[in-house]
């Protein structure tokens, strides 16, 4: 703990620094008017930017930094040059010191302290320090006389233009790096409801796998006991009762696995409905994002009349995914693919059509292409099968989850138009177990 503060602190006192010499720098950026010493610098649109992004520092102790570096820097160069007398020298940097003393204080009480900080009150706030401080620095050069009208004028002109500029400057710069955040946060949530989807869809199968692991163990039991009734030789009954071993222990990581998995993935975020809108932003993002790394040419384009909110969505991304990702497949090689997404609600269905203009399926196929097992994505290299949920079980969780139907149109070398029908009212319903 200890070393965690005098970490914080030095941090602290390293900005001070950098602060202080940064505007003792701007400062010598300036054109002189109203009165001998009196100068508009670039020091002054500077420090609200400082006060703005280092809200955690005391605006008086960074103040006085910046008035012992800023004014004693300008009175040393000024010296240097011959061109002013000491006691006028000495005069320019007390104004100088004067105004960044009164514009901390000034930021001290009517801002800093309060604690309530919001950008309009800052503004309000920077305006008023620049404008006193000003006075304040100008008062001390004509000595507390001469004062007129036009000149306060022109100071509040300065003050409000100087102002003006620099909270614009760190108000866009914040909020652009809000905008950045807020994107990346998006990002990582529309990462997370994509991986969960995915996962979502393959437990969905591996329970109801287990039923076929089941029946494997049963069978391969029944065998045993036929075996031994026909006294066939010992060898073969071990071999039947440890395959019914062996798919007893498999059946029981199955079910862990699958538990573990759901359990993980069966939290707020998965369990909140979603709207459809937010479903298809999910899926034609990373849609978007294989596209350009595939170097595809590729227009994506949807359509969406749907306004509701689905509490099972992970289905629906998964489901949506494989469709247009079967479409980015159906496109490689072609120089002007096209894919469009369009959702519909008629009343008590909800209809969604994914079409594409690529190389299409043959007549004879397409009544295979639901069939499990059945698949024509595989490495030509390796001959690996790659993985995904693939349409059998796309159809399979339009019709057990949403109580729907898939239609395939296909012309080859036209497109291929995949439809979707899911009931509406299953579709506002949660998961069927």
């Known amino acids: 703990m200890f070393k965690h503060n005098r970490f914080i602190i030095y941090g602290r006192y390293q900005r001070i620094f950098v602060a202080a010499i940064c505007i003792a720098l701007a400062s010598q950026i300036n054109i002189s008017i109203f009165t001998p010493g009196f100068i ?12 703005y992004f280092n809200a955690d520092l005391n605006p008086i102790q960074l103040m006085l930094a910046i008035s012992l570096a ?10 240097i040059s011959h061109e002013n007398s ?5 005069t320019y940097v007390l104004a100088d010191i004067a105004f960044y003393v009164c514009y901390g204080f000034l930021y001290y009480i009517l801002y800093w302290r309060r604690g309530m900080w919001n950008n309009s009150s800052f503004l309000f706030t920077i305006i008023i320090c620049d404008y006193i401080a000003n006075i304040l620095e100008v008062s001390i050069l004509i000595n507390f006389s001469h004062y ?8 509040f002109l300065t003050a409000l233009i100087r102002s003006l500029c620099s909270c614009t ?3 866009l710069y914040h909020y652009l790096t809000l905008m950045i955040r807020q994107e990346n946060h998006e990002q990582r949530y529309y990462h997370f409801i994509w991986i969960a989807s995915s996962v979502k869809s393959e437990v969905y199968f591996m329970k109801k796998n287990i039923n076929e692991i089941e029946n494997i163990m049963k069978n391969a039991y029944l065998l045993n006991q036929n075996l031994q009734k026909s006294k066939d030789n010992l060898r073969n009954r071990q071999m039947s009762l440890a395959i019914a071993h062996d798919v007893h222990e498999l059946k029981k990581d199955y079910q862990n696995l699958a538990q573990s998995l759901g359990n993980y993935f ?13 479903i298809l932003r999910v899926v034609t993002t990373y849609v978007r994002i294989t596209i350009k790394q595939n170097h595809q040419n590729i227009a994506l384009k949807v359509q969406n009349n749907v306004e509701l909110r689905i509490p099972n969505h992970y289905y629906i991304v998964s489901i949506l995914s494989n469709l247009v990702f079967n479409s980015v497949d159906a496109l490689k090689g072609k120089t002007n693919g096209k894919i469009q997404i369009t959702a519909e609600d008629q009343n008590e269905d909800i209809i969604i059509n994914v079409s594409d203009n690529g190389a299409g399926i043959d007549k004879e196929v397409i009544p295979l292409i639901f069939e499990p097992g059945f698949t024509t994505k595989y490495n030509i290299n390796t001959g690996n099968v790659y993985r995904g949920i693939g349409l059998s079980h796309v159809k399979t969780i339009i019709q057990e989850q949403f109580n729907g139907h898939i239609v395939v ?3 080859i070398n036209k497109g291929t138009n995949m439809k979707v029908i899911l009931n509406k009212q299953r579709l506002l319903q949660g998961e069927i177990k």
């Open 70 to 79: 800023s004014p004693i820097f300008r009175g040393l160069l000024l010296f």
């Open 148 to 155: 007129t009208y036009q000149l306060f004028q022109a100071l």
């Open 40 to 51: 508009v610098a670039l020091s002054p649109l500077i420090m609200p930017i400082f006060l």
């Open 266 to 278: 069966n939290d707020e975020d998965t369990q909140t409905p979603m709207k459809f809108t937010d």
């Open 86 to 90: 000491i006691s006028k020298i000495i």
């Open 409 to 411: 149109e296909s012309k």
């Open 169 to 171: 400057f760190a108000f």
